[in-house]
């Protein structure tokens, strides 16, 4: 299962679109019920938390410089665990491309397609997102470069539509009710940083004459998502107070239907049809990352790549079906929060300490 190269550029991009999925949208809402003023600063220490996580992911990557993830837990954990670790991982991002398909046609139907049934939005964005992830490493690093320029219009429509009308006192007090909020906020701001995980397939197949520069790479992908986040929740913090922040669900989009060009109308719109290239290029690469799983279940390959990505949307639609109410799709994402965790920080741990106690050297790769 030989895989195209990609530069340190368009890993920058990957990582980048990754990680801004959705939660640009519904960041400082969800942060107002747990940090109140101090949310841009559970989104920085979310940050700063994410790129401990990164740091430890390259780490355990050039232990194995030649075999992506999915390719050396076996030989780290033994062929029926490293299976179960796979498999349990295809699980992971086939439910997360889903719920993440399910936000984001909510959202559509609740601010543009008002009588579009909903399973008509679901299955555009699988569709679309199906087809782009049968591709090639490289070729969806291609894409999300050239998507990347709607990630660049999106933060500028945001900071010229938000400058206006700003009050910094809600910002104050820092820290008024100590650290432990702070702490929850970051918790529930980590998952925005969730994406980055995506070195450890990618890391082998990066051109790079020093592996540092991976690492240097990541960290500007990190630092590029936490500006725009860390932007986003300085701007509606100093835009509503935190009652109103925590009614409104999507507080961007606000800002941006009430703002007023004389040769833009309804910039909101033009936002959101900018953005859903910004969603499916998260979407399609986490099913990307689930057929990857799916066919590493065996060592010499398990199917086609196009076989597994088709199933995971088949079965994403299935379940577009069945979760229906906004309420159970937002239970279901706490569930996902715990689940990236477990998966993106304590597993890599479990296998770096395991991989350094059994020690396993580069060479065995």
Known sequence: ????????????SLVIMVQLGIEVLSLPHVEAGSAGHDTWLAVLLAALASQAGITLLWWLGSRYPKLNFYAYIPLIVGK??????????????AFSGLLLTLLYSDILKRWLFLLTPRWVLILMLLLVCGY?????LRQLANISQTFMIFAYISFLLIVFSGIYGLDAR???PVLLNGWYPLLKGAYSAFSSYVGYELLLYAYPYVQSDSKKKVLLSMTLANAATAVFYIAVCLICSMKFNLKQLEVIPEPIIFILKNYRVDILQSIDILFL???VCIVSATI??????AAKAFLHLRGRGLGKQYFWVWMTVALCLLGGFFLTKRNDILQIGTIQDIMS???????PVVLLIISGLRGTRRNET
């Not at 299962?1 to 920058?12: C, N, V």
């Not at 665990?81 to 991002?93: E, H, K, P, R, V």
């Not at 782009?132 to 090639?136: G, H, K, R």
């Not at 399609?284 to 990352?289: D, G, N, P, Q, S």
């Open 1 to 12: 299962m030989k895989e195209e190269t990609i530069t340190r550029r368009q890993l920058i």
């Open 80 to 93: 029926p665990i490293g299976a179960s670790i796979n498999l349990l991982l295809g699980c992971y991002y």
């Open 284 to 289: 399609y690469t986490y099913f990307f990352m």
């Open 273 to 275: 049809i900018f953005y």
């Open 170 to 172: 809600n910002l104050l």
């Open 132 to 136: 782009a992830a049968t591709s090639t």
């Open 341 to 347: 965790i477990a998966l993106v920080v304590a597993l």
